[in-house]
C-alpha cells in the first residue's frame, strides 16, 4: 500500500473514533440529564432514554464497522491458537466464507425490512425508524468488504497471525 492510502485510511479511522467519541459523550450527556430532571426536579422526560437507546445502537454497530480491529474482536480461538499457520488459513477462509454468505443471503430482507419502516416513528424525537436502522445496512456492508478482503489476503497472501494471549489489551 502507498503512503498516501494508508495516510488517508488513518486519517479515516481517527474520525471515526472522533465520531464514536461524540456520540458516547451525547449519550452520557443524556443520560445525566434524564436523571437530572427526574431526581432533582422530579420532572421525567422520556426523549431522553429514546436518545441514549438510538445512540447505543449506532456505537455498537459503527464502531464495529469502522473502528473495531480484526484483532480486537472477540473470538473463540482454542482450536485456531492450537493449529499451525495452515490450519489457521483454513479455518479462517470457512469462517470468512459463512460469515460473508450468510450476510450476503440477509442483505435483502435486512434492506426490504430497513426500507419498510419508514411508516413509523419514535415516540419522543419523531425519527423515522429507517434511519435508526440504517446503520445496521452500514454496518453489514463495511463487514462484507472487510472479510471480502481480509479472506483475499488469507488466500493469496500471509497466513493469519497466531493470537499471542500475553498481548492482548485494551485496544489502547
Known sequence: MTPTPRRIG???YRRAENVLAAMLALMFAAFILQIAFRYLLNLPIGWTNEIS????????LFG??????EEEEIRFDLIYSAVG??????????????LIVLYIISLPATWDYVTFM?????AYLKIRF????????????A????????????????APEEFDPTKAGSGV
Open 85 to 98: 499457520s495452515g490450519g489457521r488459513r483454513v479455518i479462517f477462509l470457512v469462517s470468512a466464507a459463512a
Open 64 to 69: 464495529a464497522a469502522f473502528v473495531v480491529r
Open 10 to 12: 488513518g486519517w479515516l
Open 130 to 141: 429507517d434511519w435508526l436502522y440504517a446503520i445496521y445496512i452500514v454496518f453489514v456492508v
Open 118 to 122: 419508514k411508516v413509523e416513528k419514535t
Open 143 to 158: 463487514v462484507l468488504a472487510r472479510y471480502l478482503w481480509l479472506s483475499w489476503q488469507a488466500a493469496f497472501g500471509k
Open 53 to 60: 437507546v438510538i445512540l447505543w445502537i449506532w456505537i455498537v
